[in-house]
């Protein structure tokens, strides 16, 4: 079993910034095996991609609304990811998951059913 925990939402402004963050732990994780990824729910829509980091290492890669403001990156010595997001804007506003799952490379990276596990999320309010 892999547990995935995120942390860091809250309510901001827009244009301004928040860093999620996401803990890993299992029996089973391994950074060097488990794709991450970042997906977002918006109150009465579908979950959404947003980011991913490969298992296989290589750039990010991001969905196009959040590409050039938002910045995933992973720490693998501490089984951590994170979420910089910057510029933020009212269409933000979403609950932000955190997601993991072996081995998987693109282009099934941007697929929620890839994933096994997931954390609980967290809420991030883009308001002014």
């Known amino acids: 079993q892999v547990q995935l925990v995120e942390s860091g939402g809250g309510l901001v402004q827009p244009g301004g910034s928040l860093r999620l963050s996401c803990a890993a732990s299992?029996?089973?994780?391994?950074?060097?095996?488990?794709?991450m990824g970042w997906f977002r729910q918006a109150p009465g829509q579908e979950r959404d991609f947003v980011a991913s980091l490969s298992w296989s290492g290589g750039s990010p890669y991001y969905a196009d609304s959040v590409k050039g403001r938002f910045t995933a990156s992973r720490d693998n010595a501490k089984n951590m990811v994170y979420l910089q997001m910057n510029s933020l804007k009212p269409e933000d506003t979403a609950v932000y998951y955190c997601?993991?799952?072996?081995?998987?490379?693109?282009?099934?990276?941007?697929?929620?059913?890839?994933?096994?596990?997931w954390g609980q999320g967290t809420q991030v309010t883009v308001s002014s």
């Open positions: 997601a993991a799952g072996p081995h998987i490379s693109w282009p099934h990276l941007v697929l929620e059913n890839r994933y096994n596990y």
């Open positions: 299992g029996r089973t994780f391994s950074s060097y095996t488990y794709t």
